[in-house]
């Protein structure tokens, strides 16, 4: 006769509470690892652990002076664990999306490094939000485009901020704002005292220059096919500072270089021919899980940057 487990259906409280400790068991490595986070003694815990293996009949782990593993049955249950609360937290979001107070965490991901009318309009989106929903916790980071683009689809960030390079299925671009990205040296780069018409297409082809670190749009990379590109630097701030050494050429926006151009630090080079535009998108998942924060997310950017609907 097979033995049975004795967890009832539907699952009790007591179990929830047996499963959450060997999740953080699990997660520390340990018994002795899992004392702190849990409140309670190693011996506590042992007892707790003793208790799901015998409801469950099944051997989930094994400790000794081996030190602490799963058996192959402890990682079925551990993933079940994770799927189980992972679906307890994404009713309890459901819930809490249904009414009209929102709670919980806003989160907005950048890509880039904001510049000065960039903050000034995202600060706009925050008194935005915290005029109707004030007990939010805003989360505004920057992350790298490929980690933005994951935590959308995963509902781990409510909308990203993101150069329009390409477009992954599964995901909404709205276009914020344009403006041309332009070819560019510094004051230290022997171009630097050329007249345009002294800078040839086979001295860029010869010249060491930044790849921006991405497969950008077509246009981009037409241009960037004339380079010789010996460097990489995604951020605008890193691929900056890579051109004032004067090592370098590279490709900035006009807003990241105003300054350096008034003072007489950096050039734009053959500006009528090498330049192709930046798109700057959000970018939302369509079916997002927490969808009411969304909303809340894009009628908030509409209204700053003046978008149509």
Avoid: W
């Amino acid at each position: 006769m097979s033995k049975q487990s004795i967890i009832p259906k539907p699952v009790t409280e007591y179990d929830l509470r047996l499963l959450r400790i060997f999740r953080t068991v699990v997660e520390n490595g340990g018994f002795a690892a899992a004392e702190t986070e849990l409140g309670v003694t190693r011996s506590t815990i042992s007892v707790h652990m003793a208790n799901l293996e015998s409801r469950m009949k099944l051997k989930l782990c094994s400790r000794g002076r081996g030190g602490f593993a799963l058996t192959e049955a402890g990682q079925a249950v551990y993933h079940a664990c994770i799927e189980l609360f992972e679906s307890l937290n994404n009713f309890s979001m459901f819930v809490n999306n249904l009414g009209e107070e929102l709670i919980g965490e806003l989160v907005i991901l950048c890509a880039d490094q904001l510049d000065h009318t960039m903050q000034q309009k995202l600060a706009q989106v925050v008194a935005y939000i915290h005029a109707r929903q004030p007990q939010l916790h805003l989360i505004l980071d920057g992350e790298a485009l490929h980690h933005i683009e994951k935590s959308l689809l995963q509902d781990k960030a409510h909308i990203g901020l993101l150069p329009s390079y390409q477009q992954i299925q599964g995901l909404h671009y709205q276009t914020l704002f344009s403006e041309p990205i332009y070819l560019c040296c510094s004051q230290d780069h022997p171009y630097f005292k050329l007249e345009d018409e002294q800078i040839s297409a086979e001295m860029l082809a010869k010249t060491p220059s930044i790849h921006p670190g991405i497969d950008i749009d077509p246009e981009g990379r037409e241009q960037l096919k004339r380079l010789n590109l010996s460097a990489k630097a995604y951020q605008f701030d890193t691929r900056k500072t890579l051109i004032m050494s004067g090592c370098y050429l590279g490709y900035l926006p006009l807003s990241y270089i105003q300054q350096e151009l008034q003072a007489k630090q950096m050039k734009i080079i053959h500006g009528d021919e090498a330049s192709y535009q930046f798109n700057l998108s959000m970018v939302v998942k369509p079916s997002a899980r927490e969808s009411a924060k969304v909303e809340l997310l894009l009628a908030a950017f509409k209204e700053v940057f003046a978008l149509a609907e």
